[in-house]
């Protein structure tokens, strides 16, 4: 097992007890006051670990790399406020299996700016996903 996958796996695992602590904590509480709640405890957890890291050279990030992250920023933003919007009304059941839809979409992404390859098994794990979502949406 590569070093990325075990990365990955801790991710996905993460990523899944994330999305039952969201759904609990967006019971009472207005989903973008939860989503603010979240970025600030991100951003003190994320910051520890830069400083506990010495990964703290800011002037090291240069313009083009600042945009890039800049934009992810938004991105990820959007995209927890739609997450907890839809926890917030759905079933974390229902809900997960729509967000891992990203899988796709960073696929295709990647295929058409990032230029990367395409594979027959990439297409088949894709199509899967898209299945499963098919099929748990349809219980």
């Known amino acids: ?3 990325f996958h075990v990365w990955a796996l ?4 993460f ?3 994330t999305a039952v602590l969201a759904k609990k904590g967006v019971e009472d509480v207005p989903p973008n006051l939860a989503v603010a709640v979240r970025v600030v405890v991100v951003l003190a957890f994320a910051a520890g670990i830069a400083v506990a890291t010495k990964q703290t050279k800011i002037s090291a990030i240069d313009s083009r790399a600042w945009t890039f992250l800049v ?3 938004i991105a990820t933003g959007l995209s927890w406020l739609c997450y907890f919007r839809a926890l917030s009304t759905g079933p974390v059941a229902a809900v997960a299996p729509i967000d891992k839809l990203s899988f796709v979409v960073a696929m295709v992404l990647g295929f058409v700016i990032l ?3 395409f594979t027959w098994q990439l297409g088949a794990g894709a199509a899967l ?3 499963g ?3 748990t949406l349809s219980g």
């Open 115 to 117: 230029q990367e390859r």
């Open 133 to 135: 979502v098919l099929v």
């Open 10 to 13: 801790l991710s996905a695992l």
């Open 1 to 3: 097992m590569k070093d």
């Open 15 to 17: 990523a899944g007890i």
């Open 71 to 73: 934009l992810s920023g």
């Open 129 to 131: 996903i898209v299945a």
